[in-house]
């Protein structure tokens, strides 16, 4: 990760690793070590009225020095109001990304009193989160979680963030190189490892693999085939990748694009669907004739999926706790804006190899959240 002045500054800044200190730096603290009254540090800190720039610099400096933290929710509580915590995320995968919203959901529901979430969509990973990174600072929200699909698109927006003391967790993929807090995923890499190890031990012949993925320009899609890639290489598996396409979680575009390469390769071994966007391909094999006779691995699980694996249609899918992301993503936030508890730059979550055998285990801890929709399917 590219360590930039500002991310450096921000980290610092708001997550003070002085193990000396029993608890943060107050605006006591800061008046004390100035020798100036309680209002002059709260007039400085909070730009209000009745302050020079010279006496208001000084206390800035001492904040700086000190590690001064704002406790945004105790500001809030004073006023009456709430935190305002704003949720970026798509609409493309839904299997997945309503997963990830409930995570957040039930992660906030015990600080209802306290916290607002607003949540906001836009239409695929990449598409149109920048606009409403806008509409979220335009409405002063305390602190924002999203999922990056293009990070250099949104590398100015979170370093805007940093500057107006917003804090921004990435969940379900990251944005490397920008001054976001932290960043809540799966491995992606090591789920790609894994494809490549179950492949290379299940495939009776030598071939290719094709990849469907999301968009390349997505960390975490990027970061699979890179796994699948690698692992295939350190153990010189007779399988290689023969293609990656991005179908942009597109469902049209996912089922052309398969029976375009069904066609097209004569030598495919086995398939993998790197995102939630599985079942067009599946649909397109199917369709081919070609779905039982070549192993095929998904992500994650969802009830269309279900008769798939139950079927042995589907080798494997790679399941990536969208929950627990969105819970975790909360929580990285609310410990941040209310004690001053800096999370680790990154958290990555190891994800499930959910296959026929341990598939009703599986099933029996979603039955609650999926309700009647696995007998549907």
Not at 17 to 25: E, Q
Not at 259 to 285: C, D, F, G, I, Q
Not at 327 to 342: N, W
């Amino acid at each position: 990760m590219e360590v930039t002045y500002e991310f450096f500054w921000y980290r610092t800044r708001f997550c003070s690793y002085n193990k000396d200190r029993v608890k943060p730096a107050g605006i006591k603290d800061i008046a004390h070590a100035l020798g100036v009254s309680i209002g002059t540090v709260d007039r400085a800190l909070h730009q209000r009225p009745g302050i020079n720039p010279m006496t208001r610099a000084r206390v800035l400096k001492m904040a700086q020095t000190l590690g001064y933290r704002p406790n945004v929710a105790a500001r809030h509580l004073k006023l009456n109001r709430k935190l305002l915590v704003s949720v970026h995320l798509p609409r493309e995968i839904a299997s997945f990304f309503d997963s990830l919203r409930q995570g957040i959901e039930e992660a906030a529901k015990p600080f209802q009193d306290s916290v607002a979430l607003v949540f906001r969509s836009h239409p695929r990973l990449g598409e149109g989160d920048a606009e409403l990174f806008g509409e979220a600072l335009e409405n002063k929200a305390n602190g924002i979680i999203l999922a990056p699909g293009h990070p250099a698109d949104l590398k100015p927006w979170i370093r805007k963030a940093a500057r107006a003391h917003v804090p921004v967790v990435c969940v379900a993929t990251d944005a490397p190189g920008t001054e976001r807090l932290t960043a809540i995923s799966s491995d992606s890499y090591s789920s790609g490892a894994m494809v490549a190890e179950l492949l290379t031990r299940c495939s009776r012949r030598a071939g290719e693999i094709l990849v469907v993925t999301g968009d390349l320009s997505t960390l975490d899609h990027a970061e699979k085939v890179r796994g699948l890639r690698e692992f295939l290489q350190r153990c010189n598996s007779s399988l290689a990748v023969g293609g990656v396409m991005e179908a942009h979680d597109c469902l049209e575009d996912a089922y052309r694009l398969t029976r375009e390469a069904l066609a097209a390769r004569k030598n495919l071994a086995a398939v993998y669907v790197s995102t939630a966007n599985s079942l067009p391909v599946l649909h397109a094999m199917e369709d081919a004739g070609h779905l039982n006779g070549i192993p095929v691995i998904t992500t994650d699980l969802f009830p269309e999926l279900v008769p798939f694996l139950r079927e042995g249609k589907v080798l494997a899918t790679i399941y990536q706790r969208p929950k627990a992301q969105g819970r975790m993503a909360f929580h990285s936030l609310y410990q941040f804006l209310v004690e001053g508890s800096c999370p680790p730059p990154r958290h990555r979550l190891p994800a499930h190899v959910i296959l026929q055998s341990n598939l009703e285990l599986f099933l029996e801890v979603q039955k609650g959240e999926w309700e009647g929709s696995i007998a549907t399917a």
